[in-house]
């Protein structure tokens, strides 16, 4: 059996080893680029069905970002969406026959988690400054500074081995499986990673918020007004 | 086989088995507040569930780490590479 931390190489271009996570990132990618492309080439106010269907999606995305962050969702959209709709989409890439997710490898994993690490350092200079964000590490008092530094790179591992962990396994389980019983026994355990994949995609884009959010807030001296309401779409 | 190699396959069977159970409890604890959360407050389902799940993925963090530990123990041994 393979092995879940090495990957298989394809080709070569140049020196350069091209292995199958790459070919099917590059794929999910061109994917996402040209539906989102296509979906927002003819916008109108009257939306169609198509419209309607991928605004809601948004609409979902924003409300969520309302109401874990307590802030408005505009320049945190982009991001976390991106990040939700690729995890999602690389989760859900079994379901096409050959094709192993991307993220069950440590790599695209580590390029993630990378991303939400500078993305909380960038949004928070961003939201308070330089001396703002560099003040959250001392947030409740002076001692925690190594405390947080040492907290900041650990959560950035852990968001790495949790995706990886649970997708690796989801695929490994399978592969076992596989080996035992072939046909149709596989299936109610790609329905459970089917559901795993999306929990964790969601996760993934939750904690980021989380991160962010965190030190978006805690760089702020304590708020005069109350936050902003939730929209009211969530209270039944 | 060796007994490197024979004690590390015990060790990651160890790992995983030993490993599951504290975030095993962990998490019924969490789901069965969050339950009773739920039914007192209805209305919050959505902040319960939400923050229920953030929880729960830092809690099977525990037991996903253990799940990495015998996965290099099994793959990427680097003691077997010691001994010829």
């Not at chain 1, 307590?70 to 969702?73: A, H, L, N, S, Y």
């Not at chain 1, 993220?103 to 440590?106: F, V």
């Not at chain 1, 001296?221 to 109350?226: F, I, Y």
């Given at each position: 059996m393979n092995s879940p931390l090495t990957s298989i190489t394809l080709f070569h271009v140049g020196p350069v080893p091209i292995t199958l996570p790459v070919v099917v990132t590059w794929a999910i990618m061109a994917v996402l680029v040209l539906g989102g492309r296509l979906v927002t080439r003819k916008l109108s106010l009257a939306p169609s069905r198509t419209q309607a269907a991928f605004e809601l999606i948004v609409d979902t995305v924003d409300s969520q970002i309302r109401d874990t962050m307590?802030?408005?969702?505009t320049p945190y959209r982009a991001f976390i969406g991106t990040l939700f709709a690729f995890i999602f989409v690389a989760n859900w890439s079994?379901?096409?026959?050959?094709v192993e997710p991307p993220?069950?490898?440590?790599e695209t994993d580590a390029a993630l988690a990378l991303l939400v690490f500078v993305a909380v350092i960038w949004f928070g200079i961003r939201a308070v400054g330089v001396r703002g964000y560099l003040a959250t590490f001392a947030f409740?008092?002076?001692?925690?500074i190594p405390l947080n530094f040492l907290e900041s790179l650990t959560r950035t591992f852990s968001l790495l081995v949790r995706l990886f962990g649970n997708v690796m396994s989801g695929v490994f389980v399978i592969g076992i499986i596989l080996s035992l019983a072939g046909l149709l026994v596989p299936i109610p355990l790609m329905a459970l990673d089917l559901l795993t994949g999306a929990v964790q995609a969601y996760i993934f884009a939750i904690l980021a918020m989380v991160f962010i959010a965190g030190v978006v807030s805690e760089g702020r001296?304590?708020?005069?007004?109350?936050a902003p309401t939730p929209s009211p779409r969530t209270i039944p | 086989m060796n007994w490197l190699a024979l004690a590390s396959i015990v060790s990651a069977a160890m790992a995983v088995s030993f490993g599951a159970i504290g975030p095993a409890l962990g998490e019924g604890r969490a789901v069965a507040a969050a339950m009773d959360a739920i039914a007192r407050q209805p209305e919050a389902a959505n902040t319960i569930s939400r923050t229920l799940f953030v929880g729960l993925a830092m809690i099977e963090t525990m037991a996903i780490y253990c799940l990495v530990i015998a996965l290099l123990l099994l793959f990427a041994n680097p003691l077997l590479k010691l001994t010829p």
């Open positions: 307590r802030v408005e969702p079994s379901l096409v026959p050959g993220t069950a490898h440590l409740p008092s002076p001692i925690m001296p304590a708020p005069v007004t109350p | -």
